[in-house]
T-cell receptor
């Protein structure tokens, strides 16, 4: 079946460090891929998305590239800020159903 | 424009009881989806309603049910509560059926604790 696997957290980085959160997926065909962010006490917000192979989604300095050959959609940011501390979810949509990864908690230290 | 609101924000129940959670979507949104978030299982899709009809359903037992009213407000009911039902329940709304999910807006969730 379809599934999403994310690196387990928590991930702790210093401000201005480079961030990578790994995400790989298993799915038939060509799913759409998403990253969501959940700030403390809030619901999820869509961060970025990609709908076909080699697409790059980007928003707020974050980016992720849809890699069909490695079935991956890793999230990256060149210089993180304390305000980026949150839980990040990778997700796919296939056959009108959304499947989330288990989330990666990110702590950014000042 | 007000966002998605969920009530109550926190709830404590005991095993065997039932619970009803409420979600008010953004004005004009007709699709409402429900999710269960737990540390062990992560985020799992429960069901989606559009124009008062359930369009999609996840893999949850029949104890979990929902409905949508003509004003698009939605309720979710869990009967015969079990300890494992303790979770954050998230509601999300979108203007139309969320075929590609890029227009879903999430509420802050209801945290249910079953003792």
């Amino acid at each position: 079946g379809n599934s999403v696997t994310q690196m387990e957290g928590p991930v702790t980085l210093s401000e201005e460090a480079f961030l990578t959160i790994n995400c790989t997926y298993t799915a038939t065909g060509y799913p759409s891929l998403f990253w969501y962010v959940q700030y403390p006490g809030e619901g999820l917000q869509l961060l970025l998305k990609a709908t076909k192979a080699d697409d790059k989604g980007s928003n707020k300095g974050f980016e992720a590239t849809y890699r069909k050959e490695t079935t991956s959609f890793h999230l990256e940011k060149g210089s993180v800020q304390v305000s980026d501390s949150a839980v990040y979810f990778c997700a796919l949509i296939r056959d009108d159903k959304i499947i989330f990864g288990k989330g990666t908690r990110l702590h950014i230290l000042p | 424009k007000a966002g998605v609101t969920q009530t109550p924000r926190y709830l404590i129940k005991t095993r065997g009881q039932q619970v009803t959670l409420s979600c008010s979507p953004i004005s004009g949104h007709r699709s409402v989806s429900w999710y269960q978030q737990t540390p062990g299982q992560g985020l799992q899709f429960l069901f989606e309603y559009f124009s008062e009809t359930q369009r999609n359903k996840g893999n949850f037992p029949g104890r979990f049910s929902g409905r949508q009213f003509s004003n698009s407000r939605s309720e979710m009911n869990v009967s015969t509560l079990e300890l494992g039902d303790s979770a954050l329940y998230l509601c999300a709304s979108s203007l139309v059926a969320p075929v590609d999910y890029n227009e879903q807006f999430f509420g802050p969730g209801t945290r249910l604790t079953v003792l």
